[in-house]
């Protein structure tokens, strides 16, 4: 039964590593026996969450990426294969957000949210699969949301980037379902992080209402995470693809 779950020997890519549910699924994957490149922009919050890993016992390096830039995005896969031989699980987990009413971003704003988001998901993913092929098996995980599901009167280009990930994850799902490479999706609920401390502040009531209405009575923590992203990538999962999970304590199936 461990073996189902056991990654000894594999690799995974994990953007937006360095912290909130990044990190959460990074610290399960190494706990799996993953080696884990944490792969943000931030140095120093790459550096502290290697150090995080390697003191519980894990194995892990950062590699610096930005993936609003497709040469990065093939970069991080290079350098991986480089420093650790091969790359068998990619996380597609760094996002961010713009809060606005649709009428007032800036086209340059919408960009930034898709290009973060979605776009960034598409290159790495692309940069990936000559790298499964070779294997002969591979595991996309991507991040979506609630807003790939529901809408927010103040994240239209979120929402746009998060529903598209689940439109990508399917099309992915079937284009390479018989190259053994499974792709799904975990949509997450209200989970505290520094992207959510930043909406509590901007959305007047949000706490509460998350409170509310989320079955569980508590906001997500990263630690939630680790469970779904070492399940999704291992054996555990090999028939399982094009899903999109939500990971929301009960939110999602509230009436
Ligand atoms: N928190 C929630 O309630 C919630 C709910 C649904 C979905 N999500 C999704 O979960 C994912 C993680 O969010 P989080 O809540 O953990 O927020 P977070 O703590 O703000 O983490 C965002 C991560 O993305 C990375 N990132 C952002 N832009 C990047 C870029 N251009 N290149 C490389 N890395 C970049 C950041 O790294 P650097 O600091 O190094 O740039 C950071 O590690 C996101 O996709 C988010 O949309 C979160």
């Known amino acids: 039964m461990n073996d189902l779950f056991d990654l000894n020997g594999k690799v995974a890519v994990v953007t937006g590593g360095n912290g909130g549910i990044g990190l959460g699924m990074a610290t399960g994957l190494a706990a799996a026996g993953a080696t884990v490149v944490i792969a943000g922009r931030n140095s120093e919050k790459n550096a502290a969450a290697v150090s995080q890993l390697l003191a519980a016992g894990g194995r892990a390096i950062a590699i610096e990426v930005d993936v609003q830039q497709e040469a990065s995005c093939h970069s991080l896969v290079q350098k991986t294969v480089t420093a650790l031989g091969r790359?068998?699980?990619?996380?597609?987990?760094?996002?961010?957000?713009?809060?606005?009413?649709?009428?007032?971003?800036?086209?340059?704003?919408?960009?930034?949210?898709?290009?973060?988001?979605?776009?960034?998901?598409?290159?790495?993913?692309?940069?990936?699969?000559?790298?499964?092929?070779?294997?002969?098996?591979?595991?996309?995980?991507?991040?979506?949301?609630?807003?790939?599901?529901?809408?927010?009167?103040?994240?239209?280009?979120?929402?746009?980037?998060?529903?598209?990930?689940?439109?990508?994850?399917?099309?992915?799902?079937?284009?390479?379902?018989?190259?053994?490479?499974?792709?799904?999706?975990?949509?997450?609920?209200?989970?505290?992080?520094?992207?959510?401390?930043?909406?509590?502040?901007?959305?007047?009531?949000?706490?509460?209402?998350?409170?509310?209405?989320?079955?569980?009575?508590?906001?997500?923590?990263?630690?939630?995470?680790?469970?779904?992203?070492?399940?999704?990538?291992?054996a555990g999962s090999d028939f399982l693809t094009g899903t999109a999970i939500p990971v929301d304590g009960g939110y999602s199936v509230q009436g």
Not at 116 to 137: H, I, M, W
């Open 87 to 234: 790359v068998d699980i990619l996380v597609n987990n760094a996002g961010m957000n713009i809060r606005k009413p649709p009428q007032d971003y800036a086209l340059a704003e919408w960009n930034q949210v898709l290009q973060t988001n979605l776009t960034s998901a598409f290159s790495c993913s692309q940069a990936v699969y000559p790298e499964f092929k070779k294997l002969g098996a591979g595991k996309v995980i991507n991040i979506g949301s609630m807003m790939s599901i529901f809408g927010a009167s103040f994240a239209t280009p979120y929402a746009a980037s998060k529903g598209g990930l689940v439109q990508m994850t399917r099309a992915m799902a079937c284009a390479w379902a018989a190259d053994n490479i499974q792709v799904n999706a975990i949509l997450p609920g209200w989970i505290d992080t520094a992207l959510t401390r930043q909406a509590r502040m901007d959305v007047n009531g949000l706490h509460a209402r998350v409170l509310d209405r989320t079955p569980a009575k508590r906001w997500g923590v990263p630690g939630d995470f680790g469970g779904i992203a070492v399940f999704l990538a291992s």
